[in-house]
């Protein structure tokens, strides 16, 4: 069965929501704690799934994986994700010391494993897991001005970055689509600021051969206006392509091929965190309504919504599916 196939068996709108950290206010429990055991992986998920039922189960976002276990310097609050601090490569010489992480031994995705593992058996529902992407991960690993200025005075560095952070993203994506995650999206927030030839060059290739080896359902989110690499994005290899909200999808979704599903894309803040919950239901029906032509359409947030979001006004977007 494909990501539309599934979208189109169920009545009315399908949702994937985008919940960040909001389920450690659900626990009680720091981020931590939930990623250092997959007891409480399993439980914050079906807390979330009992609170904001969707038709997928997203486990605590664990987005900055890569970073954490190559060792780059990060921020890590209690209630929120962890952050980079730093940015460590600034030459060639420097990124030959590190080495690619074998999922299965190093730091804690071998932990991570297990915690998909045990939320897979527990649930029916197709189990989504985003990944941080090849382009995005240089940039954590380089900084974005180094890699920007790089893209023209020294693409070489640029291309051996990514080809180090495509292996990295790709080992662990296959790890744990076997270990049973139906649906992974790469985010490329970073992405959404080069050029259509720069994007060409430099990061569809990488994209290209990650989701030709993955055999799960396959999604791309890229923060921003992005209308100039929409097309580059269709042909990809994703069945899912994701849009943050300053995108207007009725817009998009009339050129949009059949066979692609259009993803999104409530905004995080100006909606689901300041709006009251009678109007986050109004304007989620909004959105809904729109979309109604288009059988390719899956209801999700434009990012991840922030951590202190009232459970109030994620329970309105729920409601308005109803």
Same mark, same amino acid.
């Given at each position: 069965?494909?990501?539309?196939?599934?979208?189109?068996?169920?009545?009315?709108?399908?949702?994937?929501?985008?919940?960040?950290?909001?389920?450690?206010?659900?626990?009680?429990?720091?981020?931590?704690?939930?990623?250092?055991?997959?007891?409480?992986?399993?439980?914050?998920?079906?807390?979330?799934?009992?609170?904001?039922?969707?038709?997928?189960?997203?486990?605590?976002?664990?987005?900055?994986?890569?970073?954490?276990? =190559?060792?780059?310097?990060?921020?890590?609050?209690?209630?929120?994700?962890?952050?980079?601090?730093?940015?460590?490569?600034?030459?060639?010489?420097?990124?030959?010391?590190?080495?690619? /992480?074998?999922?299965?031994?190093?730091?804690?995705?071998?932990?991570?494993?297990?915690?998909?593992?045990?939320?897979?058996?527990?649930?029916?529902?197709? =189990?989504?897991?985003?990944?941080?992407?090849?382009?995005?991960?240089?940039?954590?690993?380089?900084?974005?001005?180094?890699?920007?200025?790089?893209?023209?005075?020294?693409?070489?560095?640029?291309?051996?970055?990514?080809?180090?952070?495509?292996?990295?993203?790709?080992?662990?994506?296959?790890?744990?689509?076997?270990?049973?995650?139906?649906?992974?999206?790469?985010?490329?927030?970073?992405?959404?600021?080069?050029?259509?030839?720069?994007?060409?060059?430099?990061?569809?290739?990488?994209?290209?051969?990650?989701?030709?080896?993955?055999?799960?359902?396959?999604?791309?989110?890229?923060?921003?206006?992005?209308?100039?690499?929409?097309?580059?994005?269709?042909?990809?290899?994703?069945?899912?392509?994701?849009?943050?909200?300053?995108?207007?999808? /009725?817009?998009?979704?009339?050129?949009?091929?059949?066979?692609?599903?259009?993803?999104?894309?409530?905004?995080?803040?100006?909606? =689901?965190?300041?709006?009251?919950?009678?109007?986050?239901?109004?304007?989620?029906?909004?959105?809904?309504?729109?979309?109604?032509?288009?059988?390719?359409?899956?209801?999700?947030?434009?990012?991840?919504?922030?951590?202190?979001?009232?459970?109030?006004?994620?329970?309105?977007?729920?409601?308005?599916?109803?």
């Amino acid at each position: 069965m494909s990501l539309l196939d599934y979208i189109n068996e169920k009545k009315g709108a399908c949702l994937l929501p985008f919940m960040g950290t909001n389920g450690l206010f659900l626990t009680g429990y720091t981020i931590y704690e939930v990623y250092n055991s997959p007891e409480k992986q399993l439980e914050v998920a079906k807390k979330m799934d009992e609170y904001f039922p969707s038709d997928f189960i997203y486990p605590m976002d664990d987005g900055n994986i890569f970073c954490e276990t =190559l060792s780059i310097p990060m921020k890590t609050p209690d209630y929120d994700f962890p952050s980079v601090e730093e940015h460590p490569v600034k030459s060639l010489e420097i990124l030959k010391e590190y080495k690619v /992480p074998n999922p299965y031994k190093d730091g804690r995705m071998s932990t991570n494993l297990k915690s998909l593992k045990l939320i897979s058996c527990n649930f029916k529902k197709p =189990l989504f897991v985003s990944l941080q992407g090849p382009f995005t991960l240089a940039c954590q690993m380089a900084g974005i001005s180094r890699i920007a200025k790089s893209l023209v005075r020294e693409p070489e560095f640029v291309q051996e970055i990514l080809e180090f952070t495509t292996e990295v993203v790709l080992n662990y994506a296959k790890a744990i689509e076997e270990h049973g995650v139906q649906y992974i999206s790469i985010a490329e927030p970073s992405s959404g600021m080069i050029s259509p030839k720069a994007f060409s060059k430099f990061i569809y290739p990488k994209l290209q051969h990650i989701y030709n080896n993955l055999s799960c359902w396959k999604g791309i989110h890229i923060c921003g206006k992005i209308y100039h690499i929409v097309d580059q994005l269709m042909t990809v290899g994703a069945e899912g392509i994701s849009f943050d909200q300053i995108m207007n999808l /009725p817009k998009l979704a009339k050129n949009f091929p059949k066979d692609k599903v259009i993803v999104g894309n409530i905004d995080p803040i100006q909606v =689901l965190k300041v709006m009251r919950p009678e109007e986050i239901e109004k304007e989620s029906k909004k959105l809904i309504d729109s979309m109604k032509p288009y059988n390719n359409f899956l209801l999700a947030f434009g990012c991840t919504c922030l951590n202190d979001t009232p459970v109030e006004n994620l329970k309105a977007v729920i409601s308005a599916l109803k």
